[in-house]
């Protein structure tokens, strides 16, 4: 069994869209190699415990679940924790503007660390390329210039003023655009990404990856959409996200090796750009060890 370093341990895990837990049936995942089960009881609040004999689609009555794991809810999802987690998940404040459309895109299992998944959510080389036509095109491949920094007082990675052509940044997107992005790296697993809303120029829409670390080299993507769409159906924007996310997968998963090497010059620059390695020093400094190669000394 692989050990689990403490800052991992303590964090908080997302597990589930809460939405999609029955009511008094077990559902069960694997968390950081620990087989979880989890349902919801009679006022709709998550119960989740470690599995022992529980099979999915049992009934259960979740009072009788003496023995749990800590929980919260948070943008449409239930998180836990196998330690000690803080007193809060951290702000994604834009999830409350009451004009917004919230939704989960799914769950999404991929053979690859969740550190893998920040990282390929972060790099915007690949758009052109893996996302033809939509979040890129030919010739405009370049990856300009943009500022990173991590933010000492909220403990996170943060890239501004990142800037990209994009044939159809969104679903409401009508034309192609210049779009710009501001990615926060709020969790060693998460990402928030803030885009230029083509509905509404002057605010943004807000997509996260919340990424389930199941085993070092097994992951589940839970996706979250925050639009400024007055237009379109939750299908159709599920759909959309879910498209973008389906040419991201096989890409992932032919990843080599599957967990994240922190050493910056363990793979090329091309790839490990700016902000990429920005988050490899932040995990290293952290002392995250789980889904990723640490620096060798
Ligand atoms: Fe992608």
Request: negative net charge; proline residues 9%; contains cysteine.
């Amino acid at each position: 069994m692989t050990s689990i370093d403490p800052i991992t341990r303590d964090l908080w895990q997302v597990i589930a869209a809460t939405d999609e837990l029955p009511v008094g049936i077990v559902e069960t995942t694997l968390l950081l190699d620990q087989p979880i089960a989890m349902t919801r009881d009679r006022n709709g609040e998550p119960v989740v415990w470690r599995r022992s004999d529980e099979q999915p689609g049992d009934e259960i009555d979740p009072e009788t679940i003496l023995d749990r794991l800590p929980v919260t809810t948070g943008y449409g999802f239930t998180w836990t924790s196998l330690g000690s987690p803080p007193a809060q998940l951290f702000p994604v404040p834009e999830y409350a503007e009451s004009d917004r459309v919230n939704m989960s895109c799914g769950s999404i299992g991929i053979h690859v660390s969740a550190p893998r998944a920040v990282e390929n959510f972060l790099d915007m080389g690949h758009f052109p390329y893996v996302h033809t036509d939509i979040l890129g095109a030919e010739p405009h491949t370049e990856v300009k210039e943009y500022d990173v920094e991590v933010s000492q007082e909220r403990d996170e990675v943060l890239a501004t003023k990142c800037k990209f052509f994009q044939p159809r940044a969104a679903l409401s997107a009508t034309d192609g655009m210049e779009v710009e992005y501001v990615y926060r790296v709020p969790h060693p697993f998460c990402s928030v990404l803030y885009k230029s809303s083509p509905e509404a120029p002057e605010r943004r829409d807000v997509i996260a990856i919340f990424l389930q670390p199941m085993t070092e080299e097994r992951c589940r993507a839970h996706l979250l959409q925050s639009m400024i769409d007055s237009t379109s159906t939750i299908t159709e924007l599920r759909r959309f996200q879910q498209t973008i996310f389906g040419q991201d997968k096989p890409i992932l998963e032919n990843q080599y090796p599957k967990r994240l090497p922190l050493d910056p010059r363990a793979e090329t620059p091309i790839r490990a750009d700016k902000s990429a390695i920005a988050y490899r020093r932040w995990l290293s400094q952290k002392g995250i060890t789980y889904g990723v190669i640490p620096v060798a000394g």
